[in-house]
């Protein structure tokens, strides 16, 4: 079709097993959550007290939002995706974006505030797996990651089925379809960020002491993970629409194929033992296998429009490695 294209870590730990996940279209792997720390103390002979305070009064703000907010995030359902607890996902992200500015600013042109204070982050999934590390880098890190799985939160409640007005099956509409890519782009966004202009400012010492859920592989599967899924709604979408050609519809479901597989290459790379890291894998192992189903599918539909018997033959043979494959 023209289309398709190590060392493992000891971090990945025994996360508990989670009860209930709620309604899911789109795997969010388990929130890191940021806990209070003390600014004032280390960086008060160093800055304005104003700035302190603004910082401290920011972080603090997103330590109470995130521990409200993150239990819902991760188990939602249907009725949540307004408001609730006095706080939103979109509430969330909006303070993560007003303090991640003011948290550069400790970090610019190489400043010697880098390593002043210890920041500390827990996986909700399992209490036992906080990392505290004294570099303002991991700190914006934590902050990008936070971002992105908001992102795919939100994403994931515009997925949710609505329950139709006339009485009919709940549906996805076509416009929450169309923001859940938006929103899928800019996780995308968050996390290239992060590989491209964070991960290589922290010090290859202090790299290794970051958890597995910020481990460069992780980040690049699932920078993967967000296109791949923005393109499976287009293909949705396509599939929906009687204007859509097939060759449009083959060239989405080969798209689909190299996040996926780009995704499944990097995820592989890391050693995870079992919870939300295992079932993270595979997850997108099923979503590989299905995007080159589909793939498979469509070129066989489009070779069976000749009208050679060699045509139909390998249209024929197209069809069957789609069933092969899923």
């Known amino acids: 079709m023209g289309c398709l294209v190590s060392t493992p870590r000891d971090a990945g730990g025994n996360r508990k097993r989670p009860g209930s996940v709620g309604e899911l279209a789109v795997f969010v792997p388990g929130l890191r959550i940021p806990r209070s720390v003390d600014v004032s103390q280390p960086l008060g002979d160093n800055l304005p007290k104003s700035l302190v305070e603004r ?14 907010e993150a239990p819902i995030a991760i188990k939602p359902r249907r009725k949540t995706a307004t408001q609730h607890g006095g706080s939103t996902l979109a509430d969330l992200l909006q303070a993560l974006e007003d303090y991640l500015p003011v948290l550069l600013g400790l970090v610019k042109h190489g400043s010697e505030l880098t390593d002043k204070v210890e920041f500390v982050w827990t996986n909700q ?3 036992a797996e906080e990392t505290s590390i004294a570099n303002a880098w ?3 890190l934590s902050v990008l990651h936070l971002m992105a799985m908001l992102c795919f939160s939100e994403a994931n409640l515009l997925l949710l089925p609505k329950a139709a007005i006339d009485g009919h099956q709940p549906r996805v509409l076509e416009e929450s379809r169309r923001a859940a890519i938006d929103v899928f782009l800019k996780a995308a966004g968050y996390l290239d960020c992060a590989i491209s202009h964070v991960l290589p400012r922290i010090p290859s010492e202090v790299r290794r002491l970051l958890p597995i859920d910020l481990a460069e592989e992780n980040l690049r599967a699932l920078s993967m993970q967000a296109l791949g899924q923005g393109v499976d709604i287009q293909l949705g979408m396509a599939i929906d629409s009687p204007k859509a050609t097939l060759a449009v519809k083959r060239r989405l479901a080969c798209e ?9 290459d990097s995820i592989t790379q890391l050693a995870f033992s079992d919870g939300w890291g295992l079932k993270h ?11 080159k189903a589909a793939a498979y599918y469509y ?3 489009i070779l069976d429009e000749g009208n050679t018997e060699k045509s139909h033959g390998m249209a024929c043979s197209g069809s069957a490695s789609s069933r092969g494959v899923s």
């Not at 910082?55 to 409200?68: D, E, F, G, H, K």
């Not at 894998?281 to 995007?291: G, H, P, R, T």
């Open 281 to 291: 894998q595979l997850f997108i192992k099923w979503k590989y296998v299905e995007a």
């Open 256 to 264: 689909m194929v190299k996040c996926w597989h780009q995704a499944q």
């Open 55 to 68: 910082l401290s009064s920011m972080r603090t703000r997103i330590v109470v939002m995130a521990a409200q």
């Open 138 to 140: 991991y700190e914006v």
């Open 299 to 301: 070129h066989g539909m």
């Open 125 to 127: 999934e399992d209490d």
